[in-house]
Each structure stands twice: as structure tokens, then as C-alpha cells.
């Protein structure tokens, strides 16, 4: 009897444990996703420079007083060099064959990716001369310089970490905006602990801790598109950051750079583009399901106690109402003789 007591109450208390740990897991999670909000910014322009409108920007930094950029489509693209007013110095064709994406710099040389050729061109930055090239798998979006790794983004939620020698994966960041994965990372600017990334097809630009994949700053650049003409197309595609720590953004085809100083905003205008695109639902149907959802699993492991609770009662009284051995043997000894009768 004493074991089948002791067995039912460790029962219960394996029970309150898990729920306990529920409970925990809840909070903690609601804790976790307040600690990761995001910061949402606008942008105010501080400087405008000219920009080439044939240009489709795919990369932009800025070195030694000059920007850098690297210009895409087929046939058209290029290495170009601006003076800090926008005008070109000199540039480089590509290949007709290749596509131009994202730009780097290590040292005295220049990274330039391409979008499906899975080739990484590495010129010479002082005479535009091609040196060599890495290879890679799979699409080549936006590259920049940590100062230890080459940043690169394939137009996932995924980035990755390169050496610079040989361009071969160290490894993998997955970024997340408020616990979801943010999708279409394209041009990329490596500042110090973060990496600045567009949002392709958007106007935002978010700030990625490069330790932990968070997204701890949330910008609407809106304020610059709406003063383009271009198609569709013609996105926001251009971040560089000057010796000074000021910001640059530009985009395809654009008429302008622009220099630009970020503000607080009380709540984000746009929505991340991310993928696959579930039903579109209200931001406050999402938050009422995820109350209820909560709300439900917490009543179900509150009952769970109790249920145990009661099979034990159950038990026990079963237990201590039970004929003892001998007055067991002399009723069915009894129920033997009622039978034969």
C-alpha cells in the first residue's frame, strides 16, 4: 500500500512540475520577445550629391574620401569610383557575361560580388585591375567588412561569414526582427558590432547585432523614394558610412545620394518583407490568438493537477477500504460455496 501512495504522489508532483515549467517557459518567452523590440527610425536628409541615373547601385562604400560602387544588369554593370560629390572618377566594365552585386574592401583590394554566376572579382583598388576571383554557391547579394570576416547575404534571412583569403564559409547568421525571421537581406554596410542591410523591394534598412542576428534598429527611408520617378524597380539599394560615421543611401537608378541623420519614430510605418507569406491578418488578431493559445495550454496543465489529485484520492481510499487478507480469503471462500449452491 505504501508504494502505490508514494507512486501517486510522485505522479503529482512530476505533473505541478512540468506545470511550473510551463509557466516559466511563458513568461520568459514574453520577457524575450520585449528585450528584442526593435527600435523603429525615419531618415532626415542632411546632404544631397548627384547621383548617375543609369547606375543600378547594388553596392556602395565609402574609403579614403571616395565612394565606391558596384552597378548591376546585364551587359551594363560596372566598378565605378565617385568623388565625394557623386561625379564618376573612373570606373570598370564587367563582362557582359556577369551581373554585379555587392561590394567590399580588404586592405587594397576590392570584393565585388555577382548575382548567378557564383564568382566573387577581387581587383586591385588603386589601378581597377582584376587580380583574381573566389567561387561560391548560389545567388550573390550585398557584401561588406567586419574587420575579421566577409558579410554576405543571398537574399534569405541567412547571412553569411567568409574568410578573406579564400572566401570560404566560418559561419551562419539567421536575423530575426522581434523573433521572425527577416527575409530579402540585400545591400549590406558593416559598422563595428552591426551590419546595416536593405530590405529588397522595400524602403527599409535595419540595424543586425552580428553576434546574436537580432535587429535592434528598424528604419523607414520612404522619405527618399517618394522623390524618385523610376520603376517599380529602381529600389532603395545603397549604404555606405562615411570616415565622419554619417550615413549614405542611395538606390537603382537614382538621382541623387544622399546623406542622411536618423530620428525616432513612435511606431513602424512598414511591414518586413519576409518569406513565405502567410494569410494577411491584423497585427492585433495575431497578439488576441497568441493570448488565447496561452490562455489554453495554462488551463490544461492547471487541470492536470487536479485530475491527478483526485485519481489519487480515488486510490487511497480504494486502498484503506480494502478487506485485509484473511477477511479477503473467508469471502471468497464463501462466494466458492454460493456458487456451488
Known sequence: MQRRIGALFASILFISSLQYIYIKEVSGESSSNSESESQPM??????????????FTQGLLWYDGMFYESTGLWGESMLRELHPNGTVNRSKDLNETLFGEGLARVDDKLIQLTWKNGTALVWNIS????ESQFEYEGDGWGLCNDGTDLVMSNGSSNLSFRKYD???IVRHLNVSLDGQPVSNLNELECAGEYIWANI?????IIRINSSTGIVDLFINAS???????GDSNDVLNGIAIDDEGKMWLTGKKWDSLYEVELIEVEEIVDAVVQEPVPTIQ???????????ASLQLYMIYSLLPIAALTTAAIGMFKVWHRPQDDEAKALASMDVFEDDE
Open 42 to 55: 525615419q531618415v532626415n536628409i542632411t546632404k544631397e550629391v548627384e547621383h548617375d541615373e543609369q547606375a
Open 166 to 168: 579564400d572566401f570560404s
Open 282 to 292: 491584423s497585427c492585433s488578431d495575431c497578439e488576441e490568438q497568441e493570448e488565447d
Open 127 to 130: 589601378n581597377f585591375q582584376l
Open 200 to 204: 529588397f523591394l522595400t524602403d527599409n
Open 223 to 229: 522619405s527618399l523614394s517618394v522623390l524618385q520617378t
